[in-house]
Antibody, heavy 120, light 108 residues
Framework: QLQLQESGPGLVKPSETLSLTCSVAGASISISSYYWGWIRQPPGKGLQWIGNVYFIGSTFSNPSLKSRVTISIDTSKNLFSLKLSSVTAADTAVYYC????????????WGPGTMVTVSS | EIVLTQSPATLSLSPGERATLSCRASQSISSYLAWYQQKPGHAPRLLIYDASNRATGIPARFSGSGSGTDFTLTISSLEPEDFAVYYCQQRSNWPSLTFGGGTKVEIK
């Protein structure tokens, strides 16, 4: 059974880089026709799509975050990663990883999420 | 960027009542719309994809309709576990996408 799990520091200082990893268990991350994505949710607010990565390494990011976002995939370790640079308090959020089939274009499996706070 | 506007922001209903949630796109997105349910402290759960297709394991009381710019999620008879926040998401320029702002369905 496919499962996703986010991991990374829960506290990041302003101006530094937020780094998170999503470990995939139960299936190969190299499966074709599936995208792997990052979504975040500030406290008490709605969902914001950050970006998607395909197993060959192609990435697609939210234009509002694109200059600060790097998403990568490591097929040898069956995981994908998010780096968000120059963080501010506005980047404080629960960060989710999720997967979507190319045909449905919707995230049908999510990780539990991890809270990241940006504070000195 | 395509903007999705959900209404109302909050819907106050009683168990057994019918819930009708709206999602409007700033431009035509064909049928490329999904709906999610999110309960406090949990990740969202996919309910509907491509406007009207129920995801695996989703009860028949959840239905989606619409195309172009106007979409509706209907819950035919609210169960206690249906009180939650609902989000729409468009994928007309997949693999890029956007989410709506959400509608909270609360107990009246």
């Amino acid at each position: 059974q496919l499962q996703l799990q986010e991991s990374g520091p829960g506290l990041v200082k302003p101006s530094e880089t937020l780094s998170l990893t999503c470990s995939v268990a139960g299936a190969s991350i190299s499966i074709s026709s599936y995208y792997w994505g990052w979504i975040r949710q500030p406290p008490g607010k709605g969902l914001q799509w950050i970006g998607n990565v395909y197993f060959i390494g192609s990435t697609f990011s939210n234009p509002s975050l694109k200059s600060r976002v790097t998403i990568s995939i490591d097929t040898s370790k069956n995981l994908f990663s998010l780096k968000l640079s120059s963080v501010t308090a506005a980047d404080t959020a629960v960060y989710y990883c999720a997967t979507a089939s190319d045909s449905r274009g919707a995230f049908d499996l999510w990780g539990p999420g991890t809270m990241v706070t940006v504070s000195s | 960027e395509i903007v999705l506007t959900q209404s109302p922001a909050t819907l106050s209903l009683s168990p057994g009542e019918r819930a009708t949630l709206s999602c409007r796109a700033s431009q035509s997105i064909s049928s490329y719309l999904a709906w999610y349910q999110q309960k406090p402290g949990h990740a969202p759960r996919l309910l509907i994809y491509d406007a009207s297709n129920r995801a695996t394991g989703i009860p028949a009381r959840f239905s989606g309709s619409g195309s172009g710019t106007d979409f509706t999620l209907t819950i035919s008879s609210l169960e206690p576990e249906d009180f939650a926040v609902y989000y729409c998401q468009q994928r007309s320029n997949w693999p890029s996408l956007t989410f709506g702002g959400g509608t909270k369905v609360e107990i009246k």
